[in-house]
């Protein structure tokens, strides 16, 4: 309730949360909006907008407005799939070295950092490569496997600062084990780390997908936003003037994301009062300028 | 002095972690996909060159794996990146050389740009909280952030390449221009470089903007602000030499590590604007399944991407005399 509470009262929380809501509907029910089939090559190809076809046909006779309501479902599941194990990973890695601390700290840490700096997207399309036309869970995996490793340095020193707590040392001296203490003791005082977590890794899992999907190493015949982008890039869509094609699904893509960046950016607010818009900490901070100008 | 040595010694072994996977990557895969791409080159590349290309990715060898993975090391550590298959038949380090050149105009240049503005805007906004620019950018920014890097270089491509035909956005140059130091071929490579730097400028400014406005904000509430504003300090020193310097720290840092993004980004930007460059390269290897040129290309970008951390972390050790102490 807190939670929802603090979603109203910040207008960019307010935003993102409505925005993902509408595409978590169409991705559980695309049928309600879209009634044509979105792979079905029937249509005359690369048609303007009009009421039969909202936003056209592509160049392969297909409905573009369908494509873009089916493809909502791909793409959120990697958001949410990816998004999740990144975490999860993260979480499980993090804390567990500064619960640790030590040896196994500076291992794990190290780990984490050369992750972490190894290019990411390059490496992404290594794997790719040699994966071939990756599907769904395995662009997940990859995804996952990849994009751990920020979360797991920021939830590590979130959990050094916890170490030394009272009821830390309380569950020590009960003798419960290490993955009790991680996951009952630690893990849930960092919830609204973990979901400011989520957000990010939800929204690069999102272009990061639709950008290896884009460049063709994702399954050429599935229905998602960066699979649409691929296809109107290779059937020159944008230069014979069929805009639609690839205006719609990259507005989609940058629609979702910006749910998630706007969901992160008022979480960063709520978490960090410091950074909230200033209006009531004004009167505190004019007198103070007012002396440095005079 | 302790702290760079450490910090090389973490450059090597992050190199080292890269050419590991570049190794065992392939032949993890499910049927060793260099195998299939090595029968399909099989009558068109002889002796030396396919035994190196053996050697790399392990096909037909009868070296036990540590063996082949001595082997490997020792020809990353001479440069010896095998024959590119699609260029053949020229070294891949001489294919890449070529690339190098256009990525780091284009990327390097408008990557510093990108930085040095979205710093600047980052400090003008958290100076003035509330003000003009401080409620309109971080918001725009934010969205700005999840639109994917390519997507803005197609749009790009259609407002003012298509529609407006202001400027050129395919290639590096005319194909009919000749390469050379003359006018007209300058002007040109800068014509064609304008789009796609637009369109990296504008997807990477927002990074910087709000991790510097951030920042900004939390060393503006430091008591050694307060102390420059009782003695009286000028604004603009208060807010150049004691907030913006300290906030800028950690940003150096930031900058290094998403240098990773940013090169990522740039790949597609080069992609979609058929760029010459290093992206571009590394595309058209993967579509022609061209795997010795993919790996150096990984290798060169990862090392570019470790070497800009190491000077970073050089940088904030000559800036920030607390991190030379604190390891």
């Not at chain 2, 090392?303 to 800036?319: G, K, P, R, Y």
Request: charged share 10%; with cysteine; net charge positive.
């Amino acid at each position: 309730m807190r939670f929802l509470r603090a979603i109203g009262s910040n207008g960019k929380a307010t935003t993102g949360a409505i925005l993902l809501a509408v595409f978590v509907f169409l991705a559980l029910f695309p049928g309600l909006f879209a009634h044509d089939d979105p792979t079905a090559e029937i249509y005359p190809k690369n048609l303007g907008p009009s009421a039969q076809h909202l936003f056209g046909t592509t160049g392969l006779g297909q409905d573009v407005f369908a494509q873009a309501v089916y493809g909502t479902r791909e793409v959120l599941v990697i958001a949410f799939g990816a998004g999740l194990a990144a975490t999860l990973i993260a979480a499980v890695i993090g804390v567990t070295a500064a619960y640790l601390g030590g040896f196994w700290d500076s291992v794990l840490n190290l780990f984490t950092d050369v992750v972490l700096v190894i290019p990411l997207f390059p490496l992404l399309i290594v794997i790719s490569a040699y994966v071939q036309n990756s599907g769904t869970v395995v662009l997940i995996a990859v995804l996952t496997f990849t994009g751990w490793s920020y979360t797991a340095r920021q939830l590590r020193s979130q959990a050094l600062s916890l170490r030394n707590r009272d009821f830390l040392a309380a569950a020590k001296v009960r003798g419960e084990r290490a993955w009790y203490v991680i996951t009952v003791e630690i893990l849930p005082t960092m919830i609204s780390l973990l979901v400011a977590a989520f957000l990010t890794n939800a929204l690069y899992a999102v272009l990061f997908a639709s950008s290896l999907q884009f460049i063709g190493l994702g399954d050429p015949n599935a229905t998602s936003w960066g699979t649409m982008l691929y296809w109107a890039q290779n059937n020159e869509a944008l230069q014979a003037g069929y805009y639609l094609q690839a205006v719609v699904p990259g507005g989609c893509i940058a629609l979702l994301g910006a749910a998630f960046a706007l969901l992160n950016y008022a979480f960063d607010e709520i978490g960090n009062p410091a950074l909230r818009p200033v209006r009531r900490r004004r009167a505190r901070i004019r007198p103070l300028e007012r002396l440095s100008r005079a | 002095m302790r702290f760079v040595l450490r910090r090389a010694g973490f450059f090597l072994l992050t190199l080292w972690a890269a050419v590991t996977l570049n190794f065992f990557l392939p032949r993890m895969m499910p049927g060793n996909p260099a195998v299939a791409m090595m029968a399909k080159f099989r009558g068109r590349i002889s002796g030396q060159e396919l035994t190196t290309l053996e050697t790399i990715f392990g096909v037909n060898s009868h070296q036990s794996l540590p063996a082949q993975y001595v082997h490997y090391l020792g020809d990353m550590a001479t440069g010896n990146f095998g024959t590119s298959l699609f260029f053949f038949p020229s070294p891949v380090s001489q294919v890449v050389r070529t690339a190098i050149f256009w990525t780091l105009g284009l990327v390097g240049i408008t990557t510093i740009l990108a930085f040095a503005l979205g710093t600047g805007v980052g400090i003008v906004a958290a100076w003035r909280r509330g003000g003009l620019t401080d409620s309109i950018a971080p918001p725009l920014l934010v969205i700005a952030s999840a639109i994917p890097y390519f997507w803005v270089g197609m749009m790009f491509i259609l407002i003012f390449g298509v529609k407006l035909q202001w400027l050129p956005w395919s290639g590096g140059a005319d194909i009919t221009a000749t390469p050379g130091w003359s006018m007209d071929y300058v002007v040109n490579v800068l014509e064609h470089a304008i789009l796609p730097a637009l369109a990296l400028l504008i997807t990477t400014i927002g990074t910087w903007t709000l991790t510097m406005r951030n920042n900004m904000v939390t060393t503006l509430a430091e008591d050694y602000v307060r102390m420059a504003r009782a003695k009286g300090l000028p604004s603009s020193r208060i807010m150049l030499d004691y907030a913006a310097r300290n906030a800028v720290l950690p940003n150096l840092t930031g900058f290094a590590m998403s240098l990773g993004f940013i090169v990522g980004g740039a790949i597609l930007i080069e992609y979609v604007f058929n760029y010459p460059g290093v992206g571009y390269m590394l595309l058209q290897a993967v579509e022609n399944e061209d795997f010795p040129l993919m790996q150096a290309l990984f290798l060169l970008i990862t090392v570019a991407v470790l070497v800009a951390i190491l000077l970073a972390d050089i940088a904030t050790a000559i800036f920030d005399p607390r991190t030379r102490s604190a390891q």
